[in-house]
C-alpha cells in the first residue's frame, strides 16, 4: 500500500502543475461502470475459466496535449475474477469417482492506476491505450463440492481467502480502447485490460509449476467530466 500511496501522489501532482501552465487544457471526472472478466494463461483443462461479471468506478484527470492528443491518469476500483466450468471427477489414481461435480469461482478487489494517452478522431470519437499498475485489496475463493445421491460423502462447501502473500504482485498489464462523446461532459466507452503479470505464486506450489493465471477485463464505463 506504500507503493499505491506514492503513485497516487505523484499522479495527483500533475495535473496541479499542468493547471498552473494551462488550466484551460485540464479537465476532472468520474466514472463509473460494468467489467466482465475472466482468467487467461496456462491454466489445467478442467478449470475452464468462464466469464464473471463485476464492476468499476473511479476518478481521473485528463490533460490536453494537442488538439489531437491528450493524456490522462486515472484512479479506480475494480472487481475481478472468474468463474469455472462445473466438472465431473470420472477418476484419481487409477479409481473412479462418478457422482462428483465442483463448482467454484474466485473474485478480487483491485486498485487500478492506468496513464492512458487519448487520440482525438473528431469531436464525438477518441481511441485510448497506456498502461496501468494493480494493487491487490483482497479476494477469495468460493468452491462447492455437489455429490449425487449415491455417492455416500457429504458436499463440501471452501470458501478461502486469498491473501497479498498467495500472489506475485502487482499486477500490471495493457489497457486499449475507444470512446464516444455523448456530449460535452458525459462519454460512454468500452476498453480492454489484459494483465501481462503471471499472478500465481504460491498457489502453482500445490496446483502445477506449469500454471499461470493473467487477469483479463473487457468493461463498459460511463465518464463524466466535471470541470
Known sequence: MKKF?????????IPMFAQKKAESDLSFGVKGGVSFNHFSGDIPVDLTPQLR????????????????FAIQPEILFVRKGSNFDEFDFFEYEGYEINGLRLDMYIESN???????????????????????IGFYLNGKLV????????VS????????????????LPDCGIVLGAR??????????????????????E????LDDDVTVNNSSFQLQLDFTIK
Open 53 to 68: 461479471i463485476g464492476f468499476t468506478a473511479g476518478v481521473f484527470a485528463s490533460y490536453k496535449l494537442s488538439d489531437n
Open 153 to 168: 460423502i457429504y458436499a463440501v462447501d471452501l470458501d478461502y481467502d486469498i491473501e497479498a502473500d498467495d500472489l506475485s
Open 110 to 132: 483491485w486498485i487500478e492506476i492506468p496513464v492512458l494517452l487519448l487520440y482525438r478522431i473528431n469531436d464525438s470519437l477518441e481511441l485510448f491505450g497506456g498502461p496501468y
Open 203 to 206: 498457489v502453482a506450489n500445490f
Open 143 to 150: 468452491a462447492e463440492l455437489i455429490t449425487q445421491p449415491w
Open 5 to 13: 500511496a506514492l503513485v497516487a501522489i505523484l499522479l495527483l501532482s
Open 180 to 201: 464516444y462523446n455523448l456530449t460535452e461532459k458525459l462519454a460512454i466507452q468500452g476498453r480492454w485490460e489484459y494483465g501481462i503479470q503471471d499472478l500465481t505464486d
